[in-house]
């Protein structure tokens, strides 16, 4: 079966929700004394929550009770889910539509294969939830990338062997996890930072349709 499957992420791909979880990790840091740059936050993305606050206070070289651990968790969840509960169609990616249309009008299977665990009430916020054949998030899987299950779980739903698999990523640890699964890895985003992806576009809007056929026809 020559099919070619389509895996998307969420965050950073087809909605900036990236923006929210600074924010939210900005403000959580700082509560403790931590600073947190831009460049910090990079290190964050795919990455899940737990290994984030581990992360930040690492770099703050602090130590706190698992009990304030959770409660910390739980309290940057909030936030993040605050600044999403305002999220409409406006948040979409310039020509993520575009691509996503091309796509169901040749009967391409697609996926959602994101570390969020709020992603389907986000794709339901900007009215995309009915694009997709598949969706795998947070609350599917138990191994964050660079580790490949996000990715073969979503390849599985949509009944696409991996290496006809296309995965969409802006951070580094997904275009590590979709190589570890054999799929294409498309990053969008910056060069230097996602040099290991096999296609590297600043947005969608620098990808052609002519590009996303060729893809198709493998």
Not at 1 to 29: E, P, Q, R, S
Request: charged share 30%; glycine share 6%.
């Amino acid at each position: 079966m020559n099919t070619v499957g389509f895996i998307f992420d969420l965050d950073g791909v087809i909605v900036d929700t990236a923006k929210y979880h600074f924010l939210a990790w900005k403000n959580l840091a700082n509560s403790l004394g931590i600073d947190f740059s831009k460049e910090q936050n990079e290190q964050l993305k795919g990455v899940s929550r737990i290994r984030s606050l581990e992360k930040i206070l690492g770099w703050g070289n602090k130590t706190i009770s698992q009990e304030k651990f959770e409660a910390l968790l739980d309290e940057k969840n909030e936030e993040y889910l605050r600044y999403i509960e305002s999220m409409d169609e406006s948040e979409i990616l310039p020509d993520v539509p575009r691509i996503l249309n091309l796509l169901l009008e040749n009967n391409s299977p697609i996926a959602l294969g994101s570390a969020s665990k709020n992603a389907r009430a986000i794709l339901k916020k900007v009215d995309l939830i009915d694009k997709f054949n598949a969706i795998v998030d947070g609350n599917d899987v138990t191994k964050a990338k660079p580790d490949p299950e996000v990715f073969t779980n979503a390849a599985e739903k949509i009944k696409v062997i991996p290496n006809k698999c296309v995965v969409f990523e802006d951070s580094v640890a997904g275009i590590q996890a979709a190589k570890k699964a054999n799929m294409l890895a498309i990053g969008i985003g910056e060069k230097d930072i996602l040099h290991e992806a096999d296609h590297i576009f600043k947005s969608f809007e620098e990808i052609s349709s002519e590009f996303i056929t060729k893809l198709m026809k493998n």
